[in-house]
């Protein structure tokens, strides 16, 4: 796929909303996991938090700050990560000492830093969330309350816990997150892209039809193609059987324009002999012969310009070759010209049999005309930028051509031997109709000292 193509600009644009819709999701399903998350750890502090505030609340007024066991075993380990601590506040609001302090073991001899100070607002009840860095600069996640236990005093509660455990989980489900929107990305695209090639099938087998049609293997586009391009195809055929109709009222009309023409001539040329002086009738038939030449040589263009506008002309190469050898075996069989062919099976031109004949005869005709005792043909396809093309090989064994007359005996009318019968036409109607048929034509040296004629015609793949 090419960036010009539609399919790859339907591909694109569903792979980007793939990607975009994934991307927006995953975003969003990793926060709301996040403060799920925060929210759990949360709501196992607020547990902590109100164990210590009954157990605080049971005791004697002289043991406020010396709260039971929580049934967690890192409470007591130095630095674990879990701490609890419990500040009586009402002394230092009245200006006395700061209030008693109680801790967990857990601290070890340090302390929690009120969230209040540190200016974190008080949600519904009174409580405070926020994350603050502990004793040993640790993350935590820490939760405050107020109590008021009236003439008992007003104490701080605090309850921290390792915020890495919240982030640890949040990393382990963004991995999962990560690689299952992956898995479901590349299903997506690859369902994406199935789809699109799926959908453009019928443009496909459409594209392929037309290249049959030129190649003459399908005359119409096939019937079943989708609603959305069907009136297309009917359109197109519809062109196509124009496009016949318009060829096929040309070449009646160039049939009528040559009988209109040669008919006013051949009477003139009748008229000349029966004329006066003696000297004007050779000159008269002479012009009118020539006459005659152009104006077969130009009604034999447009007649070709308006053929290789058909879509769908295939000539087979062999019998056309094969014919032709026949008949110069019997034009020139005085001269005992061995002719032979070596034919590449199945080769096909991409035009019409009339034209194909005209080409390959006008140059085997010039090989058995110059050639001492053989003439070689010799048939092949290749491949050009992508395009079939047959490529025919026309040797002689004659005495040859330097290579600054090549190009010249091309030239319509241009003869270099008026010993050899012909009006020169030949070779000039060979290049006018390679260079209609996009093709091309060359004369070189041939190995056996002659004259090599290559032709390169469009050809029909196998």
Same mark, same amino acid.
């Given at each position: 796929?090419?960036?010009?193509?539609?399919?790859?600009?339907?591909?694109?644009?569903?792979?980007?909303?793939?990607?975009?819709?994934?991307?927006?999701?995953?975003?969003?399903?990793?926060?709301?996991?996040?403060?799920?998350?925060?929210?759990?750890? *949360?709501?196992?502090?607020?547990?902590?938090?109100?164990?210590? +505030?009954?157990?605080?609340?049971?005791?004697? +007024?002289?043991?406020?700050?010396?709260?039971?066991?929580?049934?967690?075993?890192?409470?007591?380990?130095?630095?674990?990560?879990?701490?609890?601590?419990?500040?009586?506040?009402?002394?230092?609001?009245?200006? !006395?000492e700061r209030g008693d302090s109680n801790g967990s073991k857990s601290l070890f001899e340090a302390s929690l830093p009120s969230l209040e100070e540190l200016g974190v %607002?008080?949600?519904?009840?009174?409580?405070?969330?926020a994350y603050i860095n502990g004793p040993d600069g640790r993350r935590l996640r820490a939760v405050e309350r107020l109590i008021d236990l009236g003439e008992d005093g007003?104490?701080?509660?605090?309850?921290?816990?390792? @915020?890495?455990?919240?982030?640890?989980?949040?990393?382990?489900?963004?991995?999962?997150?990560?690689?299952?929107?992956?898995?479901?990305?590349?299903?997506?695209?690859?369902?994406?892209?199935?789809?699109?090639?799926?959908?453009?099938?019928?443009?496909?087998?459409?594209?392929?039809?037309?290249?049959?049609?030129?190649?003459?293997?399908?005359?119409?586009? %096939?019937?079943?193609?989708?609603?959305?391009?069907?009136?297309?195809? &009917?359109?197109?055929?519809?062109?196509?059987?124009?496009?016949?109709?318009?060829?096929?009222?040309? &070449?009646?009309?160039?049939?009528?324009? @040559?009988?209109?023409?040669?008919?006013?001539?051949?009477?003139?040329?009748?008229?000349?002999? @029966?004329?006066?002086?003696?000297?004007?009738?050779?000159?008269?038939?002479?012009?009118?012969?020539?006459?005659?030449?152009?104006?077969?040589?130009?009604?034999?263009?447009?007649?070709?310009?308006?053929?290789?506008?058909v879509v769908g002309t295939v000539t087979e190469v062999a019998p056309v070759v094969d014919g032709l050898v026949r008949a110069m075996e019997k034009i020139h069989r005085?001269? !005992?010209?061995?002719?032979?062919?070596?034919?590449?099976?199945?080769?096909?031109?991409?035009?019409?049999?009339?034209?194909?004949?005209?080409?390959?005869?006008?140059?085997? *005709?010039?090989?058995?005309?110059?050639?001492?005792?053989?003439?070689?043909?010799?048939?092949?396809?290749?491949?050009?930028?992508?395009?079939? +093309?047959?490529?025919?090989?026309? *040797?002689?064994?004659?005495?040859?051509?330097?290579?600054?007359?090549? #190009?010249?005996?091309?030239?319509?009318?241009?003869?270099? *031997?008026?010993?050899?019968?012909?009006?020169?036409?030949?070779?000039?109607?060979?290049? #006018?109709?390679?260079?209609?048929?996009?093709?091309?034509?060359?004369?070189?040296?041939? %190995?056996?000292?002659?004259?090599?004629?290559?032709?390169?015609?469009?050809?029909?793949? &196998?």
């Open positions: 796929m090419t960036t010009r193509s539609l399919a790859f600009r339907l591909f694109a644009s569903a792979a980007a909303w793939v990607v975009a819709v994934l991307l927006i999701a995953g975003l969003l399903l990793v926060s709301y996991y996040q403060h799920a998350t925060e929210k759990a750890f *949360d709501e196992r502090l607020h547990v902590y938090l109100k164990t210590l +505030v009954a157990d605080l609340a049971r005791r004697d +007024v002289g043991d406020r700050t010396a709260p039971g066991a929580l049934g967690e075993p890192r409470f007591e380990l130095p630095l674990s990560g879990w701490y609890w601590q419990i500040s009586r506040i009402d002394k230092a609001e009245n200006g !006395g %607002p008080a949600e519904e009840g009174g409580v405070r969330e007003r104490y701080r509660i605090t309850v921290a816990g390792p @915020a890495d455990e919240i982030d640890a989980e949040i990393a382990d489900f963004q991995r999962a997150l990560l690689m299952t929107f992956a898995f479901l990305g590349v299903g997506l695209v690859g369902s994406t892209l199935l789809q699109v090639r799926f959908g453009l099938l019928p443009l496909k087998r459409m594209s392929q039809t037309l290249a049959a049609m030129r190649a003459g293997r399908a005359e119409k586009l %096939p019937p079943d193609l989708p609603d959305e391009i069907a009136p297309l195809a &009917r359109e197109l055929d519809a062109l196509v059987d124009s496009n016949r109709q318009v060829v096929e009222r040309a &070449r009646t009309h160039v049939g009528n324009l @040559a009988h209109a023409l040669k008919t006013p001539l051949s009477v003139i040329a009748n008229e000349a002999e @029966a004329a006066s002086p003696a000297g004007m009738p050779g000159k008269m038939l002479q012009q009118v012969a020539v006459m005659r030449e152009q104006i077969d040589h130009h009604l034999q263009r447009a007649r070709i310009a308006a053929a290789v506008s005085d001269k !005992g010209l061995t002719i032979h062919v070596a034919m590449a099976e199945g080769l096909r031109f991409r035009g019409e049999r009339q034209d194909l004949e005209e080409m390959v005869g006008n140059l085997v *005709d010039n090989a058995c005309k110059w050639a001492a005792s053989r003439v070689e043909i010799a048939a092949r396809a290749a491949d050009q930028a992508g395009a079939a +093309v047959a490529i025919l090989v026309i *040797d002689d064994d004659g005495p040859g051509l330097p290579a600054e007359k090549r #190009d010249e005996v091309a030239h319509r009318g241009r003869r270099l *031997d008026e010993t050899k019968p012909g009006a020169g036409l030949g070779l000039a109607i060979v290049t #006018d109709l390679v260079l209609l048929y996009r093709g091309r034509f060359r004369l070189e040296a041939a %190995p056996s000292g002659g004259v090599r004629a290559v032709l390169e015609l469009p050809a029909v793949s &196998r």
